[in-house]
T-cell receptor
Framework: NAGVTQTPKFQVLKTGQSMTLQCAQD?????MSWYRQDPGMGLRLIHY???????DQGEVPNGYNVSRSTTEDFPLRLLSAAPSQTSVYFC???????????FGPGTRLTVL | EDQVTQSPEALRLQEGESSSLNCSYT??????LFWYRQDPGKGPEFLFT???AGEEKEKERLKATLTKKESFLHITAPKPEDSATYLC?????????????FGQGTILTVHP
């Protein structure tokens, strides 16, 4: 199993540009989530999904959109990037049998 | 407001010098408390889940304990390879089930 994979690893955007951060898992997990990690702020939940077709907002959802059309994929969209979205983004997934969340390697995003 | 606070922010130890990291929480309806290890440039790696006060779990040189207000991560005779950021997170029940609220982390450095 590859676990949780994220692409790209690094990305530089200009203010106002849009992009999609990709996340995929091959563990057949229903629960997936997106976090951002900023210095001194810890990991904060952006959006999460409890299954295909079901998404909900986390602690810091503004400026981000998500959709979940398949169990495997959970992309995060930035419609109009802002410098405040400069961060490291982590995707995670969790199975139903326990609470252990598996994290991907992260995407480091810089918005100029 | 649900809060998770970790202390100290940074800890420097000599190899073999045992110590403890603290995670205090003020939440209602705790479902589980999690410890993760994060190496630079990587995603968090799961260590332990604790569910009820009095519970303890061990893995190599690490032991996690839980009370009604805090958790400790004890490191016995640490080695340089234990250097990492250690993250604590809580999961709540009810409508917040599955969401993780993280502390800011403790940066551990073990000198040879």
């Amino acid at each position: 199993n590859a676990g949780v994979t994220q692409t790209p690893k690094f990305q530089v955007l200009k203010t106002g540009q849009s992009m999609t951060l990709q996340c995929a898992q091959d563990m057949n997990h229903e629960y997936m989530s997106w976090y951002r990690q900023d210095p001194g702020m810890g990991l904060r939940l952006i959006h999460y999904s409890v299954g295909a077709g079901i998404t909900d907002q986390g602690e810091v959802p503004n400026g981000y959109n998500v959709s979940r059309s398949t169990t495997e994929d959970f992309p995060l969209r930035l419609l109009s990037a802002a410098p405040s979205q400069t961060s490291v983004y982590f995707c995670a997934s969790r199975g139903d049998s326990n609470n252990e969340q598996f994290f991907g390697p992260g995407t480091r995003l810089t918005v100029l | 407001e649900d809060q998770v606070t970790q202390s100290p922010e940074a800890l420097r130890l000599q190899e073999g010098e045992s110590s403890s990291l603290n995670c205090s929480y003020t939440v209602s309806g705790l479902r589980g408390l999690f410890w993760y290890r994060q190496d630079p440039g990587k995603g968090p790696e799961f260590l332990f889940t604790l569910y009820s006060a009095g519970e303890e779990k061990e893995k190599e040189r690490l032991k996690a304990t839980l009370t009604k207000k805090e958790s400790f991560l004890h490191i016995t005779a640490p080695k340089p390879e234990d250097s990492a950021t250690y993250l604590c997170a809580v999961s709540l029940g009810g409508t917040s089930y599955g969401k993780l609220t993280f502390g800011q982390g403790t940066i551990l450095t073990v000198h040879p």
